[in-house]
């Protein structure tokens, strides 16, 4: 519980950042809609009219807290910058599972979210379309730089969020070295089928 005292030494953009970071931990473990401003005031140690002062209602703390974890989920997913394309491409995919399997109820709220909140689809977007433009920048071999190639990606980025979150779901016998294999070896294998006309 956080005092009075401690309260008053904070700035308002201090308060806010503390705020923020106590949706990402609720987010962890909760759908966007349990995460209430009740239920953040009380966490937090403050009244709900301090809360509304700093974001104006739910929804723009909800959506605050959905961007926050977008920003984190596209910093924590950066490949290493060298390395074997497969191996980066790997490692970025390992990060993209750790971070599903932390905060797999608050992502699996904001795949839904997003196909019914404008604000929530936008920064969906805006995050699944910096994951996807990563791989044209990284300068990799078995990758071209054309709309027939990107809309691969884009395919390959929507099967692979499906897969994670299934295999989350239910395994199905699938270990995680396993799924992180498909994963990672899939989209050479796409690309590589485009180059040579079987696709």
């Not at 209430?36 to 739910?58: M, N, T, W």
Request: aromatic residues 8%; hydrophobic residues 45%.
């Amino acid at each position: 519980m956080v005092s009075m005292s401690q309260r008053t030494r904070l700035t308002p953009e201090q308060r806010r950042e503390q705020l923020l970071d106590l949706g990402i931990r609720l987010f962890a473990n909760h759908s966007l809609d349990e995460i209430s401003i009740d239920v953040v005031a009380r966490e937090a140690g403050i009244s709900r009219g301090l809360l509304y002062h700093y974001f104006g209602d739910k929804m723009a703390f909800r959506e605050a807290v959905v961007r926050r974890a977008a920003d984190a989920l596209v910093a924590q997913t950066a490949p290493p910058e060298t390395g074997e394309p497969v191996e980066r491409l790997l490692a970025s995919m390992t990060a993209y599972v750790d971070f599903v399997d932390a905060n797999y109820e608050g992502y699996v709220s904001m795949v839904r979210g997003a196909a019914s909140d404008p604000v929530l689809r936008q920064i969906y977007d805006d995050a699944f379309g910096a994951l996807g433009a990563r791989i044209f920048k990284a300068d990799v071999d078995f990758v071209s730089d054309t709309p027939a190639a990107r809309l691969i990606v884009r395919g390959w980025q929507a099967m692979s969020e499906e897969l994670v979150l299934s295999w989350k779901a239910d395994p199905a016998g699938l270990s995680r070295e396993e799924l992180l294999e498909l994963l990672a070896g899939s989209l050479p294998v796409l690309l590589e089928l485009l180059g040579s006309g079987e696709l």
